[in-house]
T-cell receptor
Framework: GAVVSQHPSRVICKSGTSVKIECRSL??????MFWYRQFPKQSLMLMAT?????????EQGVEKDKFLINHASLTLSTLTVTSAHPEDSSFYIC???????????FGEGSRLTVL | QKEVEQNSGPLSVPEGAIASLNCTYS??????FFWYRQYSGKSPELIMS????GDKEDGRFTAQLNKASQYVSLLIRDSQPSDSATYLC???????????FGAGTRLAVHP
């Protein structure tokens, strides 16, 4: 099946710093990728849609200046959490649709802890 | 009203029994429906997808869709302790692959 790889799997940073998370589709091209956030014991909340070659589309309530998304190529999207604060600590998961299947495949997730 | 609703559980079933997980959705234009399994600390993995009314079977799993009643369910036959996880229902409202997730139902299969 399709493989989506996410890196890093865990990151700990100090408050005020920025953290970049990478999401790659390994064996297919993804013009669109989705970034989700999941707090403990809660469901996945869609943050934004990453579009190759154009600006990301953010969901209501998600600060686009804080969560910078760049879809640099057909296989890579990055999420940068800028000026991270402890309340940004969460599990961030990217996903990519496989064209024609209607299905989403998820990366392994990145657990961010902001001290 | 949430777009996708699930009973949070936990749903506890004995090993070998049938586990029944339910999900309702609010938007009638929804076209595609998915069940994902998520183990603690891991990302979701796709279990089943269903697009038309009726049943779809894959091994021990059966997905059921009723668009008129706006519900989708997942049956797990011969439940195993390894099936213990959170099951997420997801709905795609259009041909854009943007999925909306329910809060998930936690399933516990005890020996």
């Amino acid at each position: 099946g399709a493989v989506v790889s996410q890196h890093p799997s865990r990151v700990i940073c100090k408050s005020g710093t920025s953290v970049k998370i990478e999401c790659r589709s390994l064996d297919f091209q993804a013009t669109t990728m989705f970034w989700y956030r999941q707090f403990p014991k809660q469901s996945l909340m869609l943050m934004a849609t990453s579009n190759e070659g154009s600006k990301a589309t953010y969901e209501q309530g998600v600060e686009k200046d804080k969560f910078l998304i760049n879809h640099a190529s057909l296989t890579l999207s990055t999420l940068t959490v800028t000026s991270a604060h402890p309340e940004d600590s969460s599990f961030y998961i990217c996903s990519a649709p496989v064209q024609g299947s209607g299905e989403l495949f998820f990366g392994e997730g990145s657990r961010l802890t902001v001290l | 009203q949430k777009e996708v609703e699930q009973n949070s559980g936990p749903l506890s079933v004995p090993e070998g029994a049938i586990a029944s997980l339910n999900c309702t959705y609010s938007d009638r234009v929804s076209q595609s429906f998915f069940w994902y399994r998520q183990y603690s600390g891991k990302s979701p993995e796709l279990i089943m997808s269903i697009y038309s009314n009726g049943d779809k079977e894959d091994g021990r799993f059966t997905a059921q869709l009723n668009k008129a009643s706006q519900y989708v369910s997942l049956l797990i036959r011969d439940s195993q302790p390894s099936d213990s996880a959170t099951y997420l229902c997801a709905v795609n409202k259009g041909g854009y692959n943007k999925l909306i997730f329910g809060a998930g139902t936690r399933l516990a299969v005890h020996p």
